[in-house]
């Protein structure tokens, strides 16, 4: 009855409205396939067909956010003195402040330190569960226990199957039945399985993921925090293709006060030609493409993920490996050479202790490392051994042991060689860390004008890596140095560069600091017409001592001084002359 009367009342003005909205519909821009997100169930959406859904635990934020203590939300904390002696010798059995950990609570709160895009990001509705498998050679209580209840706490339950950790014959009284109990009645997705000797690090991983049922494998250090959401991103690649090995970006937790922060923003794993781990930097593309995950050639280590399936076709790990060393590089050379694909993923975060010192003694009489690089290298590497050898001939002396069953591994899976390796994942790898080392600039002493008696002397003295001293010049080691094809300067065969990282103040400190082979603040160039040691691109200053009380820092380039004056033993003058023009170029 209204209705009809409305529609007399006002015939033409609906007319137009009604022509005025067909025209809008018709003329509005269809909307892109990809905003095209149909609610399904709560918090699913579809992307591109396929089923995400937003992982994020916003009941457990919220209750972060309002923890308050020692070390909550990642900030580093401290113990008053009285503590001194408890701290001391908690630290000589595990290198880093395990009582302050002690006041630390397990499931302390951490800030989020993720790219941006990681709050929002959703994943596959249908991922695989996984497993995490934690080794343990005498770990300290707290440090082993945050390492489960992070990864438990900040899962979702569906998505975490079980909790292993592989007791490698520790001593430590309290890792035995007390652990059992507590995890029983605390954490019972978490059991330990103990291996009657010690095996070391990689047969222990073995053992664990030989118990476990779930479908990805992931293997964490003891000492480890995992912060928020950080299991869906790991699982994700490898349901999209089992054959993935997944890596979480590896943050610091400092030995000494449990702060919490990040180490970079992503570098892609490698090596050198003597098996350091090394780092490479993120291609420009993967750069413009993050958070999302990025190829890496190498993985770091201790750290990542795997499908079960995938793990065990390529043989696990080789057993033939002993305790650590080297069992990063034969995995990830058998992921690639064995047509899988590895990742790092900037949305999964997890810290470790670096510890300050090791504490542990040698386990072992032979040259354990040495073998397991050779039969690495052996099994692996092709033509491309010879490089190692060529450093470290002492490694042909050891024997590898039986390693039929890791060819007939390589064999069964028609694994790639190494040179497709080199030239396909770490192509850039050669540039960084040549096969061949091009020639030095200069090496042997550096020995001081001022007084020609005193020569650097990279023996430390005083402060904890700083190089601080000139000595009586001599033979001995401690006096040769090199200025490497890279522009830096060490001490002979060191991996330790001098670094100047602040150059405020009249006397800036010289470290001997990780070589990194970048440019900046280990950058050096012998300026062989004034004699002086520039430092960094900008070459304003200068290597200069105090022969009195015979120490060396950098200061203000100055032509008329005599303590900046240094003469080197061997100097290459037609590659100094070259410098400007070799990489890496300043
Ligand atoms: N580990 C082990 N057995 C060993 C040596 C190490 O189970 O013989 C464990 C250790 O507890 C840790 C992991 O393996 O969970 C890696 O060792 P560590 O943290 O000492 O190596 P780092 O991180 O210092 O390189
Ligand atoms: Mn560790």
Redesign the pocket.
Same mark, same amino acid.
């Given at each position: 009855m209204r209705l009809r009367r409305v529609w007399g009342r006002h015939k033409e003005k609906i007319l137009v409205a009604g022509l005025l909205a067909l025209v809008f519909v018709v003329m509005a821009p269809p909307k892109p396939i990809r905003d095209m997100v149909m609610r399904e169930e709560e918090g699913v959406v579809i992307v591109d067909g396929v089923r995400k859904k937003d992982y994020n635990d916003y009941m457990y934020l919220k209750k972060e956010v309002l923890q308050t203590g020692l070390g909550e939300h990642g900030i580093g904390g401290s113990l008053s003195p009285a503590f001194d002696k408890e701290k001391e010798e908690l630290y000589k059995v595990n290198g880093f402040n395990a009582r302050l950990s002690d006041d630390i609570a397990l499931n302390r709160s951490l800030s989020d330190i993720r790219h941006p895009k990681c709050k929002k990001k959703l994943y596959l509705v249908d991922l695989p569960n996984a497993a995490v498998v934690?080794?343990?050679?005498?770990?300290h209580w707290t440090t082993l226990l945050r390492t489960a209840f992070s990864a438990y706490n900040r899962s979702p339950k569906h998505l975490l199957k079980e909790i292993i950790l592989?007791d490698?014959a520790s001593t430590k009284d309290f890792l035995g039945k007390k652990l059992d109990d507590y995890l029983e009645e605390h954490l019972p997705i978490a059991r330990v399985v103990r291996l009657p000797s010690?095996?070391?690090?990689i047969r222990?991983r073995l053992e664990g993921a030989k118990h476990a049922t779930a479908d990805v494998l992931i293997f964490l250090?003891? +000492?480890t925090e995992c912060t928020t959401n950080w299991l869906p991103p790991l699982l994700e690649p490898i349901a999209v293709n089992y054959k993935t090995a997944v890596c979480p970006f590896i943050d610091v937790i400092d030995f000494e006060t449990f702060e919490y922060r990040a180490q970079d923003e992503g570098r892609r794993g490698s090596f050198d030609w003597e098996f350091y781990y090394k780092r490479l930097p993120v291609l420009p593309e993967d750069e413009a493409n993050m958070p999302e995950p990025f190829k890496s050639p190498v993985m770091a280590?201790?750290l990542f993920a795997i499908s079960s399936k995938f793990f065990w076709e390529i043989g696990g790990y080789d057993p033939g490996l002993d305790?650590?060393g080297g069992e990063q590089y034969e995995l990830s050379f058998k992921v690639w050479q064995c047509h899988g694909t590895m990742v790092d993923t900037p949305c999964s975060r997890i810290g +470790?202790i670096?510890?300050k010192f090791?504490p542990?003694p040698n386990?072992r009489k032979d040259n354990f490392i040495a073998r397991n690089y050779r039969r690495v290298a052996e099994v692996w590497m092709d033509e491309y051994k010879k490089y190692l050898y060529m450093r470290q001939p002492g490694w042909l002396q050891v024997d590898t042991g039986d390693i039929s069953e890791q060819l007939a591994v390589r064999e069964r899976n028609k694994c790639k060689p190494f040179k497709w390796f080199m030239e396909n994942v770490a192509f850039d790898l050669a540039k960084h860390y040549p096969l061949i080392e091009p020639p030095d600039y200069c090496n042997g002493t550096i020995q001081s004008l001022a007084n020609t008696n005193l020569c650097v002397d990279s023996q430390m003295k005083g402060q904890f890596d700083r190089l601080d001293s000139l000595g009586e010049c001599g033979p001995n080691m401690q006096f040769q140095f090199q200025l490497t094809a890279f522009k830096d300067i060490r001490p002979l065969k060191s991996h330790n560069c001098f670094d100047v990282p602040d150059l405020k103040g009249e006397k800036a400190p010289v470290l001997l600091y990780g070589c990194h082979k970048g440019l900046g603040n280990q950058m050096w160039r012998y300026d062989m017409e004034n004699q002086l040691i520039r430092f960094g691109g900008q070459e304003t200053h200068c290597l200069d001592s105090s022969t009195s009380n015979k120490e060396v820092f950098v200061s203000m380039c100055d032509l008329n001084s005599q303590t900046q004056k240094w003469k080197w033993s061997f100097v290459n003058k037609d590659r100094l002359n070259n410098y400007k023009n070799l990489d890496p170029k300043p």
């Open positions: 934690v080794p343990f050679h005498n770990e592989v490698d010690r095996w070391g690090l222990a250090d003891s +000492h280590g201790g305790i650590w +470790h670096y510890r090791a542990f386990p």
